[in-house]
Nanobody, 124 residues
Framework: QVQLEETGGGLMQAGGSLGLSCAAS????????MGWFRQAPGKEREFVAA????????YYPDSVKGRFTISRDNAKNTVFLQMNSLKPEDTAIYYC?????????????????WGQGTQVTVSS
């Protein structure tokens, strides 16, 4: 069982930066690949970033590539999402998720554990 808690959301102007953190419970954090997803009002939840258990591999969709960076600190059971050059279309609830396969996936149903989400609002 893994419990996840996101922090760091808030309101930011377009072009600004914001960092999210996700703290995980459990002693085998490095066994889990981690992902960030987001859901805007009226839209489906979408993939934002993923990182392998070791942190050696990451993956991003084109919509955030070059602007967002995912990283992790396995000693602190925490995964991060640094968001730069924010756009109004980045406005959403951001969720972190964990999958026990340990490998990167963009597919929601692969992730067994989810946080409650944190709101990110980007004003124009």
């Amino acid at each position: 069982q893994v419990q996840l808690e996101e922090t760091g959301g808030g309101l930011m102007q377009a072009g600004g930066s914001l960092g999210l953190s996700c703290a995980a419970s459990g002693r085998t954090f490095s066994n889990y690949a981690m992902g960030w997803f987001r859901q805007a009002p009226g839209k489906e939840r979408e993939f934002v970033a993923a990182i392998s258990g070791s942190g050696a591999n990451t993956y991003y969709p084109d919509s955030v590539k070059g602007r967002f960076t995912i990283s992790r600190d396995n000693a602190k059971n925490t995964v991060f999402l640094q968001m730069n050059s924010l756009k109004p279309e980045d406005t959403a609830i951001y969720y972190c998720a964990a999958n026990s396969r340990g490998s990167i996936s963009t597919i929601l149903r692969v992730y067994e554990y989810w946080g409650q989400g944190t709101q990110v609002t980007v004003s124009s």
